[in-house]
C-alpha cells in the first residue's frame, strides 16, 4: 500500500513538474507565432535565460562581439531575442535606435532590470520616468549650466588633476584606472558635497560607494552576503551620509545672514540644490547618489578609454602635446586654465569624441515598447524589451569610415551631434553631465601629455561585461618629461 501511494505521489510531482516546465516554455515561445510575419527575424534560443548569457559574452569595447556579429549577418541589423528574462527586438540601426530614443514617453519607456532599480532606487534619474524623470533632469540641467564654467569648479578640477599627477614623480608605474577612479572622485565629491578627500566623511563615502558599484552587476538575490544585498546596504548608509551632510548644510545656510547666504548660494552646487523647491528630500538625496555614480565610474573610464587609445597613438599624442603646449604659452606662471581655454582645446575635443566612438563607454540602453510600434516593416509588439545598441552603429563601417580605427581627425570635418554618434545617449535622456565629463577629462590630459610619456606594461584591453572595464586595471610605465618640459607647464 505504502509503495503504491508513493509511486502515485512520484507521479503526481513528475506531472506537475512537467506542466510548469510546459508552461514555461510556452510562455518562452508564445510571442514567436503572435504576428510572426511583422516582428523582425531571430530566435529566442533557451527557455527563460534565452541569449542573454551569449549577448553578455565578454569582448572587446572596440568589437561587435560575436553575438551581434552573428545576428547581424543572420537577421540583418533589427532582430528579436529573448534577453534578461524578456522577448527582445535589438536595434543596431541609427535610424531606429534614433527614433527609439526621441520617443521615449511616447512610444518607448525606459526599462532597466530589476538589479538597477533595486540598487538606484525608484528615484534615481536613470529608471525614473514620466514625471518624476523630468523634474530631476530639469534640475540637473540648471546645476550643470551654472556649475560647468565658474572658476571655482575648473579650478578644482585642475588642482586634484595636478595632486594626482605629482603623486606619479617618484613612481615607475601606475594602475591608471584607480588613479583616474581617485581623481574623479574627488573632483565630484567636491563639487557636489564640499568635501576635500581629506575629511572622514569623504572615506565613509568612497567605501560604500565601492560595494555599491560592485552590486551594480550582480544577481538581484537579496541574501546577505551577496554582492546585491550588500550594495543595497551601502546604497542606505550613503543615502544616510548624504541627508546629514545635507542637515548640517542647510542648518549653516540658516545661521548665516543674508548677504553671506547669498554670496555662498552662488558658488556652492549643494547650496543650489537645496533651493530647488520641484525636488522632494529624498529626490535630492537620489540626485546627489546618481551625480556621484555618473561623476565617478564614467569619467573615470573615458579618461582610461583615452589614454590607452593615445599610447597607440603616436601622431595623435603628439598633436594633442602641441594644442596644449601652445594654450599654456599664452598663460602665465601657475595661471589656472579657464573655460575660455576650454574652448580652445579643439584637438582634445575630437580625441575624447573617438575615445568615446571607438571605445564605447555605454553599450547599449535599457528600453520597452508602451504600445505596438510600427517602424518601417518591423512591428515592435507592446511590452517587448527593446535594446538600441549604440556599438553597433558607432563601429559600423557604412557610416563610419575606417571604423575600426581610432583616428581623431574624422571629427574635424563630422557633426558629432548627428544620429551615428550617441555616446551620452539621446532624446529626454541624453546625459546631462556629459560636458563635465569633458572638461574634467580635457585638464587632465592638459597636464598629462605636458609632463610624462607613458607605455601601457601589457595588452590589457577595454573589456565590455557589458560595463567597460580594462580587466588589470590599465597598467602604464610612466616616465617623467624634461625640467625643461615641466617648467613649461608650471
Not at 535589438?90 to 534614433?98: I, K, T
Not at 578644482?156 to 603623486?167: G, T, V, W, Y
Not at 563630422?414 to 560636458?435: I, L, N, V
Request: one cysteine or more; charged letters at 20%.
Amino acid at each position: 500500500m505504502a509503495e503504491l501511494v508513493s509511486f502515485w505521489l512520484l507521479l503526481l510531482v513528475s506531472m506537475l513538474l512537467a506542466f510548469v516546465l510546459g508552461l514555461i516554455i510556452l510562455n518562452h515561445n508564445l510571442p514567436l507565432f503572435l504576428r510572426l510575419s511583422h516582428v523582425p527575424k531571430g530566435t529566442f534560443g533557451l527557455p527563460l535565460l534565452g541569449e542573454t548569457l551569449s549577448f553578455l559574452k565578454p569582448h572587446s569595447s572596440n568589437s561587435l562581439g560575436t553575438f551581434l556579429q552573428d545576428h547581424c549577418s543572420r537577421y540583418g541589423k533589427v532582430f528579436k531575442s529573448h534577453l534578461f528574462f524578456t522577448p527582445t527586438v535589438v536595434s543596431c540601426d541609427a535610424e531606429l535606435n534614433y527614433f527609439i530614443l526621441q520617443n521615449e514617453g511616447k512610444l518607448f519607456q525606459c526599462s532597466y532590470p530589476k538589479t538597477i532599480p533595486g540598487i538606484l532606487g525608484n528615484l534615481s534619474m536613470l529608471v525614473a520616468v514620466g514625471d518624476t524623470h523630468r523634474r530631476l533632469r530639469n534640475a540637473a540641467l540648471s546645476l550643470v549650466t551654472i556649475t560647468k564654467s565658474k572658476p571655482e569648479f575648473l579650478n578644482d578640477i585642475e588642482n586634484f588633476a595636478i595632486q594626482i599627477l605629482d603623486s606619479w614623480k617618484d613612481k615607475p608605474q601606475v594602475i591608471f584606472c584607480e588613479e583616474a577612479r581617485k581623481f574623479t572622485f574627488n573632483v565630484i565629491v567636491k563639487q557636489v558635497l564640499g568635501l576635500t578627500p581629506e575629511e572622514p566623511e569623504t572615506t565613509k563615502i568612497l567605501e560604500d560607494f565601492l560595494t555599491f558599484m560592485k552590486g551594480l552587476i550582480s544577481l538581484p538575490l537579496y541574501i546577505p552576503g551577496t554582492p546585491y544585498a550588500r550594495a543595497v546596504k551601502a546604497r542606505r548608509r550613503i543615502s544616510s551620509t548624504v541627508k546629514a551632510i545635507i542637515e548640517k548644510r542647510r542648518r549653516r545656510s540658516s545661521n548665516n545672514n543674508t548677504a553671506d547666504y547669498s554670496e555662498k548660494k552662488n558658488s556652492d552646487f549643494l547650496e543650489i540644490l537645496l533651493c530647488v523647491d520641484t525636488l522632494s528630500e529624498d529626490e535630492k538625496v537620489s540626485f546627489v547618489l546618481d551625480s556621484l555614480l555618473g561623476g565617478y565610474e564614467t569619467t573615470s573610464l573615458l579618461m582610461a578609454l583615452v589614454v590607452h587609445f593615445l599610447g597607440q597613438s603616436p601622431t595623435a599624442l603628439e598633436q594633442l602635446k602641441l594644442e596644449h603646449q601652445t594654450i599654456r604659452s599664452m598663460k602665465q606662471n601657475n595661471e589656472h586654465l579657464n573655460w575660455e581655454d576650454y574652448k580652445k582645446m579643439d584637438f582634445t575635443q575630437n580625441v575624447i569624441n573617438e575615445a568615446l566612438r571607438y571605445g564605447n563607454v555605454v553599450k547599449f540602453v535599457h528600453r520597452k515598447a508602451l504600445k505596438d510600434v510600427k517602424y518601417r516593416d518591423y512591428l515592435i509588439p507592446s511590452g517587448w524589451k527593446v535594446l538600441p545598441v549604440f556599438t553597433a552603429v558607432h563601429l559600423d563601417p557604412s557610416l563610419h569610415a575606417n571604423a575600426f580605427q581610432f583616428h581623431p581627425w574624422r571629427w574635424e570635418n563630422q557633426d558629432q551631434t548627428c544620429k551615428k554618434f550617441t555616446p551620452f545617449g539621446g532624446g529626454s535622456r541624453c546625459c546631462p553631465g556629459s560636458e563635465l565629463a569633458k572638461v574634467e577629462v580635457a585638464f587632465f590630459l592638459h597636464h598629462l601629455v605636458q609632463n610624462f610619456r607613458w607605455r601601457n606594461q601589457d595588452e590589457d584591453q577595454p573589456i565590455a561585461y557589458p560595463y567597460v572595464e580594462f580587466k588589470r586595471g590599465l597598467v602604464l610605465n610612466v616616465e617623467c618629461c624634461s625640467d625643461e618640459a615641466e617648467n613649461k607647464q608650471h
